[in-house]
């Protein structure tokens, strides 16, 4: 079973839109961390939430975190073209020391012109 | 700083060839993973070492693959014999420690016949 997932497998918007993606984890964690995979290239990190925190924002990324149910999402606003990529949210093993992440199936954004 | 490295960017090998894939981390960084990735499967965790010492290796891959890290800045990925369904994107990635963020290469695309 999925540790972590992202609760829809693809999503298309028009240029200068907003979108959300939503994250839903089962176990407890220290952080979430949310990755965007361009196409022929590696993840790379967007935001780095921590479990004491609810928010926080980088430029037009707005990442939430809500540990009572376990869940996170990310919003973009002001949509462009090169957002298109496969969105991750990755957990990592709460009260543990190791540097493991769990990643879920990601999300497929697609902007168009 | 130069960012995860890895050779070859693309590789075709016939069903039972042995073959390596090469990663080199950022330097200073402590944690480095070897991840597989499919459409199917998303991203699965091959094998993770911390300061060199082998922390986790991927139960249902122990059996034909073998990842090393002989020094600091250089890690080897073997599988040996290649079968066809090994076919994927391999994603070496390293982090300083701990929960950190993880800092991924653009990976090797394998082509099993």
């Known amino acids: 079973s999925q540790l972590a997932e992202e609760n829809s497998w693809a999503l298309s918007v028009h240029e200068g839109e907003s979108v959300t993606v939503n994250c839903s984890y089962k176990?407890?964690?220290?952080?979430l961390q949310w990755y965007r995979q361009k196409s022929g290239k590696g993840p790379a990190q967007l935001i780095l939430?921590?479990?004491?925190?609810r928010e926080k924002r980088n430029g037009r990324l707005r990442a939430t975190l809500d540990t009572s149910s376990q869940s996170s999402s990310l919003s973009i606003t002001a949509t462009r073209c090169e957002d298109t990529a496969v969105y991750f949210c990755?957990?990592?093993?709460?009260?543990?020391?190791?540097?493991?992440?769990?990643f879920g199936d990601g999300t497929v954004l697609t902007v168009k012109p | 700083d130069a960012g995860v490295t890895q050779t070859p960017r693309h590789e075709v090998a016939e069903k039972g060839q042995t073959i390596i894939l090469k990663c080199e981390p950022v330097s200073g960084h402590n944690d480095l993973f070897w991840y597989r990735q499919t459409k199917i499967q998303g991203l699965e965790l091959l094998s993770y070492?911390?300061?060199?010492?082998?922390?986790?290796d991927g139960g249902a891959f122990k059996d034909r693959f073998k990842a090393e890290m002989l020094n600091s800045s250089f890690s080897t990925l073997k599988i040996q014999p290649t079968e066809p369904k090994d076919s994927a994107v391999y994603l070496c990635?390293?982090?300083?420690?701990?929960?950190?963020?993880?800092?991924f290469g653009p990976g090797t695309r394998l082509l099993v016949l």
């Open positions: 176990t407890s964690i220290t952080a």
């Open positions: 990755a957990t990592d093993a709460g009260g543990t020391n190791t540097g493991k992440l769990t």
């Open positions: 990635a390293s982090s300083r420690t701990g929960k950190d963020t993880q800092y």
């Open positions: 939430i921590r479990s004491n925190e």
């Open positions: 070492f911390r300061s060199k010492s082998l922390m986790e």
